[in-house]
């Protein structure tokens, strides 16, 4: 069976880092890229780098800006075969207590909520398309665990993710897959480069992942030292079950389907 290859794709936060370096690789196979960012010289320079680029400014906290922004994808694309909701910044550092309120909600409104604009805008055109198709979220190696100390709002946006991403896969038909990105430690411009620069290459972190785009997988992976993480916090789970888990037969997809049954 042959790759899938999007014959269109809408990228925010695609004026650099992750965006960009996976826009350049669609566009080597043939992908008309739109590349959606905040509005100013860094956005066209990018789009400049990709012949036939568009570029689309884009607040994606803005719910009315993420409307326009796949009213003109579709006017300009025709079709939008693959949207990656990338768009994040880094978020605030401190004790919880400590984070400013407002500012711990305005990171949620880009982290968390720039993705929930960019599902609710788009998955609706693109179920009309009756396409195969692929919407992807990026989330973190933090939306697994807590890769760093004092980061709660980045790693609670993150978290929030998942379950937003895993909940949309069951409200769209089989043509419209739905996935997530889980980025390890890569090398971009969403903290300080003092530190990032200690992680992977971004071009080499898109080249992993690639194929697996194209492949439409649910989670999209990289670094596999993520797995220590998984395993230590899923095994104090499964141990507290074991310990402490009460036998019945209450799952809740079980007695759902029973019920249908009845």
Not at 54 to 63: F, K
Not at 76 to 85: A, D, K, Q
Not at 163 to 187: A, C, Q, Y
Request: hydrophobic fraction near 45%; glycine fraction near 10%.
């Amino acid at each position: 069976m042959s790759e899938w290859v999007p014959a269109t794709a809408v990228i925010t936060g695609g004026a650099s880092g992750i965006g960009l370096a996976i826009a350049q690789r669609l566009a080597a196979l043939g992908t008309r890229v739109m590349l959606a960012d905040l509005p100013g010289a860094k956005l066209e320079a990018a789009a400049a780098t990709i012949q036939g680029a568009l570029a689309q400014p884009c607040d994606v906290s803005v719910p009315a800006q993420v409307d326009a922004l796949a009213e003109a994808a579709f006017d300009r694309l025709g079709t939008v075969e693959l949207l990656l909701n990338n768009a994040g910044v880094g978020g605030p550092r401190g004790k919880l207590w400590e984070i400013d309120l407002d500012e711990a909600r305005r990171h949620f409104d880009i982290n968390f909520w720039g993705a929930w604009h960019g599902c609710r805008a788009f998955a609706p055109r693109m179920i009309a398309q009756n396409l195969p198709s692929a919407l992807y979220n990026t989330g973190s190696e933090n939306s697994l665990f807590c890769a760093m100390p004092h980061a709660a709002a980045y790693i609670a946006a993150k978290h929030a993710l998942v379950g937003m991403t895993e909940s949309l896969r069951e409200d769209l038909p089989d043509t419209v897959h739905v996935g997530l990105i889980i980025p390890g430690w890569v090398f971009t411009p969403l903290g300080d480069p003092r530190v990032m620069r200690h992680g992977m290459d971004v071009g080499e972190y898109a080249d992993a992942v690639f194929p697996q785009l194209l492949a439409r997988r649910r989670f999209v992976v990289s670094h596999r030292s993520n797995v220590k993480r998984i395993d230590e916090r899923m095994g104090e789970l499964r141990e507290s079950y074991a310990q402490f888990g009460v036998d019945d037969d209450m799952d809740v997809r079980d007695v759902i389907a029973r019920l249908k049954g009845a």
